[in-house]
């Protein structure tokens, strides 16, 4: 009944956002992907932004300052934001939309296979030409950038973070427990054991939104082969029987019998789990820079803060990628509709984009671009800064998250089987048949 109940409100969310979006999608015209200078005059209308965000985060609180002083100069000019904040809600909408050939002119997304398909299908416009042809192109970061990128290089959404994910860790706890921080990802469940017999949650896990018990699973087959792995198992040219496939499967394996995270992490919210670490009840918690506000300033108790520090994802024996190498996301990408770009939409973005770095580093928060740094809170801790300038020394590489690489039904069932394996529930030989059939079956026809 539950369910049903859910999928009835959000089919009406869709159905209400449709009905809003029809105006702009029926009588706009299309451009060609790589048509990015629309001759024509500036005319000042409503453009709308599909998104998935906080409402009061960094990215919407800049580009509403900056979208207000645009339309100061172009009078009639207007962005509405319309917005979804819960994930697979949005993803749903967004999907119904573009199935609807109703999204309008900018909307979020990842580099995901069905964002691939929209931009075969010609919905999306090619970014990099468009910020190359805005003489834009060369401020943005690189991990910035290749955080959007398809497998083929090609750039068609357009970043407005920096962020790089790290372990957050408890010194005194370490010590406490006799340990050291882990030099590879094997000493992980030795690690956990020793912190578990000294009294102490090892790991505070965010295992409701599910993604962060996935960002585990990626990283031994990050760091033995890079991003190729992922590349080729999505798409069912390699498998998790491989010898690659079945470390990562092991390595999850050791972590839940080892007592990694905490009794009942599968339900557990973010905030629970931060609160866990903040409160020193755990001693390690991987998250993003974009939590330094709650883990580096003062809104953190003073004992508390003296005692947190930081490592980055540990290597393993012969791997190919580098300590400096790791996941450094830039958020969900915004894409540009090809239908209803016009050169006011044009002209808009290439206003937000040169204004943006200083409204968003205003907001406390890394900018997607370099050169523009960040405004330090006044009440920010020396570790503050000491993480958000990992971003400057960001490598080659980066790891490209699995829930935005796996097509949605691969992706959906491998968080469910991963809760099981973790927990105990499920063996990594079942485990592995079960994965390896899902997306034998599922992830060739999502390439197509």
């Given at each position: 009944m539950k369910k049903t109940k859910i999928k009835a409100a959000v089919a009406t969310l869709v159905a209400t956002a449709m009905l809003a979006l029809s105006?702009?999608?029926?009588?706009?015209?299309?451009?060609?992907p790589d048509d990015v200078n629309p001759k024509g005059e500036v005319k000042a209308r409503e453009i709308s932004w599909l998104l998935s965000r906080p409402a009061d985060g960094g990215v919407i609180q800049a580009v509403k300052q900056i979208s207000g002083e645009y339309a100061k100069k172009h009078p009639g000019f207007s962005l509405k934001f319309i917005t979804t904040p819960d994930r697979p809600a949005y993803v749903q909408k967004l999907e119904t939309l573009a199935a609807a050939n109703k999204l309008p002119e900018l909307?979020?997304?990842?580099a995901t296979p069905f964002a691939q398909k929209l931009a075969k299908r010609g919905t999306m416009l090619n970014v990099e030409a468009m910020l190359k042809d805005m003489g834009l192109y060369k401020d943005f970061r690189q991990s910035a950038l290749d955080y959007q990128r398809f497998d083929d290089g090609s750039l068609y959404m357009v970043p407005f973070e920096s962020q790089v994910e790290v372990f957050f860790y408890n010194k005194a706890l370490f010590s406490k427990a006799g340990v050291e921080v882990p030099k590879t990802l094997d000493d992980f469940p030795a690690l956990c054991t020793a912190l578990k017999?000294?009294?102490?949650?090892?790991?505070?896990?965010n295992g409701k939104d599910m993604w962060p018990l996935e960002r585990f699973m990626?990283?031994?087959?990050?760091?033995?082969?890079?991003?190729?792995?992922?590349?080729?198992?999505?798409?069912?040219?390699?498998?998790?029987s491989d010898e690659t496939g079945r470390k990562a499967?092991?390595?999850?394996?050791?972590?839940?019998?080892?007592?990694?995270?905490?009794?009942?992490?599968?339900?557990?919210?973010?905030?629970?789990?931060?609160?866990?670490?903040?409160?020193?009840?755990?001693?390690?918690?991987?998250?993003?820079?974009?939590?330094?506000?709650?883990?580096?300033?003062?809104?953190?108790?003073?004992?508390?803060?003296?005692q947190i520090d930081y490592f980055k994802l540990p290597v393993t024996k012969d791997a190919v990628t580098q300590e400096d190498e790791y996941v450094a996301p830039s958020g969900i990408g915004m894409a540009v509709n090809t239908k209803g770009y016009d050169p006011v939409v044009r002209d808009f973005l290439k206003f937000l984009l040169q204004q943006y770095p200083k409204a968003y580093g205003a907001t406390g928060q890394v900018t997607p671009t370099t050169g523009n740094g960040m405004a330090v809170p006044s009440n920010a801790t020396p570790l503050y800064q000491q993480v958000a300038k990992e971003s400057d020394n960001v490598g080659k590489v980066t790891n490209m998250p699995w829930?935005?690489?796996?097509d949605s039904t691969?992706?959906?069932?491998?968080q469910q089987e991963l809760v099981?394996?973790?927990?105990?529930?499920?063996?990594?030989?079942?485990?592995?048949k079960t994965m390896d059939g899902v997306i034998a079956e599922n992830g060739p026809k999502a390439f197509k």
């Open positions: 105006a702009c999608g029926s009588g706009a015209s299309a451009v060609k909307f979020d997304i990842d017999q000294s009294g102490t949650t090892p790991i505070a896990m990626s990283y031994y087959p990050f760091r033995q082969t890079g991003n190729d792995y992922i590349k080729k198992l999505k798409r069912g040219q390699a498998k998790l499967v092991q390595w999850m394996a050791d972590l839940g019998s080892s007592g990694c995270f905490q009794e009942g992490f599968s339900s557990t919210e973010y905030a629970d789990a931060q609160a866990l670490f903040t409160s020193g009840k755990a001693a390690i918690y991987g998250t993003g820079s974009w939590d330094l506000s709650a883990l580096a300033t003062d809104k953190l108790n003073a004992q508390m803060r003296k829930d935005t690489q796996l691969s992706n959906t069932r491998l099981l394996l973790v927990q105990g529930d499920e063996t990594p030989e079942s485990f592995i």
